[in-house]
């Protein structure tokens, strides 16, 4: 007399199907794919539908292949589930690669009792697969550049899927208009001296690794407040008003640079009998 399936073996598959319906379910509701690269939601969208399917196959197999085997207990199951609970549980201690690796290898070898063999290659074999076929990072840094033409600021990204991560991006910063840049770093001011026409901003670049100050020599009459000591990586801007030479100290380290501000002649050329207008100071400045 044929009995039907093991009760174990149809609530494991069970289990499994409605596993991998949670999957997908979630899955649609993050990001799939953007421009050429996978998203957050791919590759749990892809494991739902294969659990599912391979769920669906073997509840099939079940009631149409029945062997009349007595009753099976459920104590393969209670392993298998629980070796599925460590699996996820170690994603988040030594990652997706090694941890589906030893899963598949206590599924294999304990669960399966295939030779131990046998059972690590199938298991490095079919983590390898997965890792090439779709394992990705993609990290989104949005920084703030301080420092044209390229960014001071520095970011890396890192992944447990470190092979497949470039943490490397080169990009081109644009200066604002009518603004100069100076860095102020461990090896003093950035050369060459700025060009600076009335009412020009000039934006002091901390970029470290240590604190810096651009100080005001020169007036003595607070024109250009003290930025005081300024840690990495930060800056400060300062409008010149008037024409002058101005001269800024670094208090950490004493390095000095010097600024010419020229008075703004129009026309810029002429005649013996040409007026000419000399503007040595811009109305509205003020420094912030």
């Known amino acids: 007399m044929q009995k039907g399936p093991a009760l174990g073996e149809v609530l494991l598959a069970l289990f499994f199907a409605v596993l991998g319906i949670l999957w997908v379910v979630a899955a649609l509701g993050m990001p799939l794919w953007e421009g050429f690269a996978p998203q957050s939601g791919f590759m749990p969208l892809w494991y739902g539908v294969i659990l599912t399917g391979l769920a669906g196959v073997i509840l099939i197999n079940l009631f149409v292949h029945k062997d009349g085997k007595a009753e099976q207990p ?134 470290g690794p240590g604190s810096h100050s651009a100080t005001d020599q020169t007036s003595g009459l607070g024109i250009f407040p003290d930025t005081g000591l300024v840690a990495p990586v930060d800056f400060r801007t300062a409008i010149f008003a008037a024409a002058g030479a101005y001269t800024f100290t670094d208090t950490a380290t004493g390095h000095t640079i010097k600024l010419n501000v020229p008075v703004a002649v129009s026309p810029a050329s002429g005649s013996t009998s040409t007026a000419f207008t000399l503007t040595w100071t811009a109305e509205g400045c003020t420094m912030f």
């Open 74 to 207: 459920i104590g393969k199951p209670l392993v298998v589930l629980a070796a599925l609970a460590a699996g996820i549980a170690g994603l988040d201690l030594i990652g997706f690669g090694p941890a589906m690796f030893l899963l598949l290898l206590v599924l294999f070898a304990v669960v399966e009792r295939l030779p131990i063999g046998k059972s690590l290659l199938v298991a490095a074999g079919t983590t390898v697969l997965c890792l090439a076929a779709g394992a990705s990072a993609t990290v989104t840094i949005d920084a703030t550049p301080i420092l044209p033409p390229s960014a001071a600021n520095v970011a890396a990204a890192q992944s447990d899927q470190a092979g497949q991560v470039t943490n490397t991006k080169t990009i081109t910063v644009t200066a604002a208009p009518g603004t100069s840049y100076v860095g102020v770093s461990n090896t003093g001011f950035g050369t060459p001296s700025p060009k600076l026409g009335l009412g020009d901003t000039l934006q002091w670049s901390f970029v």
